[in-house]
């Protein structure tokens, strides 16, 4: 059964904190995704990953970093988590560079983070 | 650029009864479409695909969804809803014509389907 796992469900962080969440996969993908989740928005794309050490940004990368080390590992960086920060946060991932492109994506059980 | 509208928030309907959850697209080439679910407490989950070929498409729980290019709609139904649906449901789609990082997939804002008993 293929799976995406983050370590954590529920976090709570204060303001001004570096937060670290974690994804990894266990399907040999190449490509690994960062979204975000609020209410009436959908999901918007923080970053992306389609190979070790490479990234690209999506469409809302402004106070958020990104590691991709080892392939199986995508982690998404708070530098300084402030309030606005506070949302669910998804990972995923893809047989393909491009999701969408045709192959369906696999997410993770989401992070929902707090920050106070 | 490509945009994706869910426009309804909430959808009810009784158990028994068949449902739709509309989506329609905007995109300057060919659309690839998709919807995911989301259950409580979970990740989301593929249901179908439409890339090319039949307009009507079947995928998993019994979903399909119906493509229309005239009316750029991708409209999800179930001829009979069960409780077990119950979730929050997103479109998404991607412009075959986009490239660089704004090719990757949009989503939509999701509408709760709650099936009554």
């Known amino acids: 059964d293929v799976k995406v796992t983050q370590s954590s469900r529920y976090l709570v962080k204060r303001t001004g904190e570096k937060v670290f969440l974690e994804c990894v996969q266990d399907?040999?993908?190449?490509?690994m995704f960062w979204y975000r989740q609020d209410p009436g928005l959908g999901l918007r794309l923080i970053y992306f990953s389609y190979d070790v050490k490479m990234k690209e940004k999506g469409d809302i990368p402004e106070g958020y970093s990104v590691s991709r080390e080892k392939k199986e590992r995508f982690s998404l960086i708070l530098e300084s988590a402030s309030t606005n920060q506070t949302s669910m946060y998804l990972c995923?991932?893809?047989?393909?560079?491009?999701?969408?492109?045709?192959?369906?994506?696999?997410f993770g059980q989401g992070t929902r983070l707090t920050v106070v | 650029a490509q945009s994706v509208a869910q426009p309804e928030d909430q959808v009810n309907v009784a158990e028994g009864n068949p449902l739709t959850v509309k989506c329609t697209y905007s995109v300057s080439g060919n659309p690839y479409l998709f919807w995911y679910v989301q259950y409580p407490n979970r990740g989301l989950q593929f249901l179908l695909k439409y890339i090319t070929g039949d307009n009507l498409v079947k995928g998993s729980y019994g979903f399909e969804a119906e493509f229309n290019k005239s009316q750029t709609s991708f409209h999800l139904k179930k001829p009979s809803a069960l409780v077990s649906d119950s979730a929050l449901y997103f479109c998404?789609?991607?412009?075959?014509?986009?490239?660089?990082?704004?090719?990757?997939?949009?989503f939509g804002s999701g509408t709760q389907l709650t099936v009554l008993p």
């Open positions: 995923a991932s893809s047989l393909d560079p491009v999701l969408g492109a045709g192959t369906e994506a696999f």
């Open positions: 998404a789609v991607r412009d075959e014509l986009l490239s660089g990082s704004a090719r990757q997939l949009t």
């Open positions: 399907m040999d993908h190449e490509n």
